[in-house]
């Protein structure tokens, strides 16, 4: 009898479906290899959990296994569709990601033009008007998409083809809409690229690191069921517009925990000028019991793939840069300290850093790209018949 199992042995040994198998991957429940292109178990390990029974969930933690055919988490990365997601940012665009997250087909090379309808543009550009100086990008984006889901007439056509045609004007209003944040002079001409619109949009005069936002956005289109995923997921579950869906993911990736993990980044490397205050910076936050941003991962326990790659570009894109020395004495002391390994939003915030955006752009960016996952989600949980609703366990007073 061979010692591995296949996924099919594997989930008719433990009576479960498949994502529920991949969840348990996730959580560090069982082991998953990879050979011939094929994701196999190891006998023992899936023979011991089905002697044992399922595994209960953690005290404080609630496991929500929604059957998906988007994302699959790994050991230390994600797969879109079944393809390395790392892989695919080498060369690809957040276009081609979404259009694969969207429909299971892409044809790189070819340059569709993601734009918003010019009624949504104009509003969500005139709802602006009023903010206050200092507004974060991501707030921005949040009145963006609220005020072009209200100027659009067609937003509660909710078939497949509709949702595409409407998350391309989603995604090109969200990066159109913003005024020029960055410190360089804008050029106005409209090119078809979402990352070099955005590039224009928030960075500074050096263009080195454009093609590093690309990768980094192809990388963050998507992560199964994170919080701002789920949120997304209920939303179009009882049918809320596009729009609807991509505001509830909106408000939640603003979260410290979440797509908002970067701007602790920036602060973090703003107050540092050089490697050897590394060590000071961290041990003040420590002493405070304040969280270090942009360390640990509630799934990749072992170090996120994401981030390392992400990290490998930006060494090589800017090698020598002055920058990169303070963030590797930040990895150092972090290890020093026995943190948890960096993870994807060190890397975005240092992007962000050593790009010279303005604070806040990572959450930005987190944003944007997200937005591609949570349309495909949306695609997806409006095909099902039934709506997402969560139970709690009621733990208070019974009143007479």
Same mark, same amino acid.
């Given at each position: 009898?061979? @010692?591995?199992?296949d996924?099919?042995?594997?989930?008719?040994?433990?009576?479960?479906?498949?994502?529920?198998?991949?969840?348990?991957?996730?959580?560090?429940v069982l082991?998953?290899?990879?050979?011939? $292109?094929?994701?196999?178990?190891?006998?023992a390990?899936i023979?011991?959990?089905?002697?044992? $029974?399922?595994?209960r969930r953690r005290?404080?933690?609630t496991?929500?296994v929604?059957?998906?055919?988007?994302?699959?988490l790994?050991?230390?990365?994600?797969?879109?569709?079944?393809?390395?997601?790392i892989?695919?940012?080498?060369?690809?665009?957040?276009?081609d990601?979404?259009a694969w997250?969207?429909t299971?087909?892409?044809?790189?090379?070819?340059r569709?033009? !993601?734009?918003?309808?010019?009624? +949504?543009?104009?509003a969500?550009? #005139?709802a602006q008007?009023?903010?206050?100086?200092?507004?974060?990008?991501?707030?921005?984006?949040?009145?963006?998409v609220?005020?072009?889901?209200?100027a659009?007439?067609?937003?509660l056509?909710?078939?497949?083809?509709?949702v595409?045609q409407? +998350?391309?004007?989603i995604l090109g +209003?969200?990066?159109?809409?913003?005024?020029d944040l960055?410190?360089?002079?804008p050029?106005?001409?409209?090119v078809?690229d979402?990352?070099?619109?955005?590039?224009?949009?928030?960075? $500074?005069? #050096?263009?080195?690191l454009?093609?590093?936002?690309?990768?980094?956005?192809?990388?963050?289109?998507?992560?199964?069921l994170a919080?701002?995923?789920l949120?997304?997921?209920v939303?179009?579950?009882?049918?809320a517009?596009?729009?609807?869906?991509?505001?509830?993911?909106?408000g939640?990736?603003?979260?410290?925990?979440?797509?908002?993990a970067s701007l602790?980044?920036?602060a973090?490397?703003?107050?540092?000028?050089?490697?050897d205050?590394?060590a000071?910076?961290? $041990?003040?936050?420590?002493?405070?019991?304040?969280?270090?941003?942009g !360390?640990?991962?509630?799934?990749?326990k072992?170090?996120?793939?994401?981030?390392?790659?992400?990290?490998?570009r930006?060494?090589?894109?800017?090698p020598?840069?002055?920058r990169?020395?303070?963030a590797?004495?930040?990895?150092?002391e972090?290890?020093?300290?026995?943190?948890?390994?960096?993870?994807?939003?060190?890397?975005?915030?240092?992007?962000?850093?050593?790009?010279?955006m303005?604070r +806040?752009a990572?959450?930005?960016i !987190?944003?944007?790209?997200?937005?591609?996952?949570w349309l495909?989600h949306?695609? @997806?949980?409006?095909t099902?018949p039934?709506?997402?609703?969560?139970?709690?366990?009621?733990?208070?007073p019974?009143?007479?």
């Amino acid at each position: 009898m061979s @010692e591995w199992m296949d996924v099919e042995q594997a989930c008719e040994r433990l009576g479960v479906k498949q994502a529920t198998l991949y969840a348990y991957v996730s959580r560090g429940v069982l082991t998953r290899r990879k050979t011939d $292109g094929r994701s196999v178990f190891d006998r023992a390990e899936i023979e011991a959990l089905a002697r044992r $029974g399922r595994p209960r969930r953690r005290a404080g933690t609630t496991d929500l296994v929604i059957e998906s055919a988007i994302t699959m988490l790994g050991e230390d990365r994600h797969y879109y569709r079944g393809r390395d997601a790392i892989e695919l940012a080498a060369t690809w665009r957040l276009e081609d990601a979404a259009a694969w997250l969207w429909t299971g087909e892409v044809a790189p090379g070819e340059r569709t033009l !993601f734009a918003a309808r010019s009624e +949504g543009l104009a509003a969500a550009r #005139d709802a602006q008007r009023g903010l206050p100086t200092g507004v974060l990008p991501l707030e921005r984006l949040q009145v963006v998409v609220a005020a072009m889901g209200a100027a659009d007439p067609v937003r509660l056509n909710l078939e497949p083809a509709a949702v595409q045609q409407t +998350g391309t004007a989603i995604l090109g +209003g969200m990066v159109d809409a913003l005024p020029d944040l960055g410190a360089r002079r804008p050029r106005r001409s409209l090119v078809p690229d979402l990352h070099v619109r955005l590039w224009r949009k928030l960075a $500074g005069a #050096d263009d080195r690191l454009e093609d590093v936002l690309r990768f980094a956005m192809v990388l963050l289109a998507d992560h199964e069921l994170a919080s701002s995923t789920l949120a997304a997921r209920v939303a179009a579950s009882v049918r809320a517009d596009p729009y609807a869906v991509v505001t509830a993911g909106l408000g939640v990736v603003s979260g410290a925990l979440h797509g908002g993990a970067s701007l602790g980044v920036e602060a973090l490397l703003a107050e540092i000028a050089e490697p050897d205050r590394a060590a000071h910076a961290i $041990g003040e936050r420590l002493r405070r019991g304040e969280r270090i941003s942009g !360390f640990g991962h509630a799934v990749y326990k072992g170090g996120d793939a994401r981030g390392e790659a992400l990290l490998d570009r930006l060494r090589r894109t800017m090698p020598g840069n002055p920058r990169l020395a303070v963030a590797d004495a930040l990895l150092r002391e972090a290890a020093h300290r026995s943190l948890p390994p960096m993870n994807v939003d060190f890397a975005l915030g240092l992007l962000t850093h050593l790009a010279g955006m303005p604070r +806040g752009a990572g959450e930005a960016i !987190f944003g944007v790209a997200r937005t591609a996952g949570w349309l495909a989600h949306a695609i @997806e949980e409006y095909t099902s018949p039934t709506r997402l609703r969560l139970r709690a366990s009621y733990t208070g007073p019974i009143v007479d």
